[in-house]
């Protein structure tokens, strides 16, 4: 067992010293929302009236409804960099060292699963300090429950980035990830619009964000703010998150050979 | 106990063949070199030895384990060297060495233990605070290799690890491997295509088309010619 833990302290550490090393892609991950908070929440701030629906107890203005979908979107970002990072390890050759430790795949895959949620948890909690100096703050009980929602969260989307690392072959084809991926999931969930009203302009539209496991996971964040559980969200994000490790664990195993055009 | 056994290994990539029935023994003390033109199938071979993916057929032994029964046994009994550079040039080279013997369950004392030993044994002590980055190519490769022995591997494996080094360098790394299987007992197999890198008491495996053409010493599957003459002749193409 201490052969496990020492490789998750292993690798836990090699993400984090990787990503101080790179200050440009923590300063782009807090810009990104920041940008969002300050602008986009600040133009919508006039034309769109939010009624108060769970879990908001009172009248909430605009930049305050989409600090949950911008931590969300954190985590998505965070866990598609990861994956990004591990097609770079694959085309760089340090994958194939990892794969030739004699620990169980799944283990290796999971340690840079949690790895990346980690970092991705800390990106969260510095924008929210920064949404502080706009005005922007919740109770130390919603900050400190936030943590056990930001978890699963992160997992469930880190998985998913690392089930679509095991199918991209090249870095190049990683645009199509942000076009078919990054940002339908983005825009088709409760992070920007409240489900309500999504369903003003389309049933449809509204029955895609509600499915959307990042919808989930925004809602998880939401409700955690305000120390509220919300237990579907959580089942929802929960259900999706083990599919995609299985996925993802599915196209690292040896025998199905997936990883093996990248090897030719 | 055998150091390295392949059974009637094959593989495909879809209708082409990469492998077909490729069976060898390496024996322990024993330094292998598995040479072959481009595309002769030493790449795929090294994938499966390596377990980056598996075979359908075939069986790979590593000190005695079973790579498909107990594949965890059998990679820790085995060292890589890959043909591309596996190392983090942001890091030191004590971190890439503690990241790689942390994946291989070693930490604290004994991982540092070993880790100042395998960069003394490839006369590198001293530099575990130099980042990567900064380390010229012979002495990353190097370091590539100090990092396989660092979990006492009973099996060496090295893909090409020569690649893009002047000519001194390449001789002093040949040479150190080859000291390394004599004087520890270490079964190594070096996959090349520079036939100089091979010496005469040398086991040499040429693969040709997907399949193993030869086995035997160098200097009996030579005869009187030179290796690289002899393996032109074989494979009808420069080495």
């Keep these: 067992m201490t052969a496990w833990l020492a490789a998750l302290a292993a690798i836990t550490q090699r993400e984090a010293l990787r990503f101080i090393g790179q200050r440009g892609r923590f300063v782009a991950a807090l810009v990104r929302p920041m940008l969002w908070l300050v602008v986009f929440a600040a133009g919508f701030r006039a034309a769109l009236g939010l009624s108060i629906t769970p879990p908001y107890a009172t009248y909430t203005t605009y930049e305050v409804y989409i600090v949950p979908g911008l931590c969300g979107m954190i985590l998505l970002f965070n866990g598609m960099q990861s994956s990004l990072s591990m097609v770079y390890d694959r085309e760089m050759g340090s994958m194939r060292l990892l794969l030739t430790s004699p620990l169980p795949r799944w283990w290796l895959l999971v340690c840079r699963l949690l790895a990346s949620t980690a970092i991705s948890i800390l990106q969260v909690y510095v924008f929210l300090a920064l949404a502080v100096i706009f005005g922007i703050r919740f109770g130390w009980g919603g900050y400190a429950a936030l943590l056990p929602a930001l978890v699963p969260a992160g997992l469930m989307l880190g998985a998913l980035g690392l089930a679509l690392s095991s199918v991209i072959r090249q870095l190049e084809n990683f645009a199509g990830v942000m076009n078919f991926v990054i940002f339908p999931m983005f825009f088709l969930s409760t992070a920007l619009y409240p489900l309500w009203k999504m369903a003003e302009s389309s049933a449809l539209l509204r029955d895609i964000c509600a499915v959307n496991p990042f919808s989930q996971a925004v809602e998880l964040i939401r409700f955690a703010l305000y120390q509220q559980q919300n237990t579907a969200a959580l089942a929802w994000v929960l259900l999706s998150g083990l599919v995609w490790l299985g996925l993802a664990v599915w196209g690292y195993d040896p025998a199905r050979g997936l990883i093996r055009k990248a090897a030719k | ?239």
């Design chain 2, 1 to 239: 106990m055998t150091g390295l056994r392949v059974e009637n290994l094959s593989y495909a990539y879809g209708a082409r063949q990469a492998l077909d029935g490729v069976s060898f023994r390496v024996e322990p003390g024993t330094f292998c070199a598995l040479l072959g033109p481009n595309g002769a199938g030493k790449s795929t071979l090294f994938a499966l030895l390596t377990r980056l993916f598996t075979a359908p057929q075939g069986r790979i032994e590593i000190a005695g384990h079973d790579m498909a029964r107990a594949p965890r046994k059998a990679l820790r009994r085995m060292g890589v060297v890959f043909q591309q550079p596996t190392l983090d040039l942001d890091l030191t080279v004590q971190r890439n060495l503690s990241y790689f013997a942390a994946l291989h369950g070693l930490r604290g004392a004994r991982a540092q233990a070993r880790i100042e030993a395998a960069l003394e044994r490839l006369e590198m002590p001293g530099r575990l605070g130099e980042r990567v980055r900064d380390l010229n190519g012979g002495h990353r490769r190097r370091l590539e290799i100090a990092r396989s022995l660092i979990h006492h591997p009973k099996v060496l494996l090295l893909d090409e690890p020569t690649v893009g080094l002047d000519a001194a360098t390449r001789r002093a790394i040949t040479a150190h491997v080859h000291d390394l299987s004599r004087r520890k007992g270490l079964t190594v197999l070096w996959a090349t295509h520079l036939t100089d890198e091979i010496e005469d008491a040398d086991q040499l495996l040429i693969l040709h088309r997907g399949k193993l053409a030869q086995d035997g010493t160098a200097r009996q599957l030579r005869g009187g010619l030179g290796l690289a003459d002899h393996f032109l002749r074989l494979t009808g193409e420069a080495a």
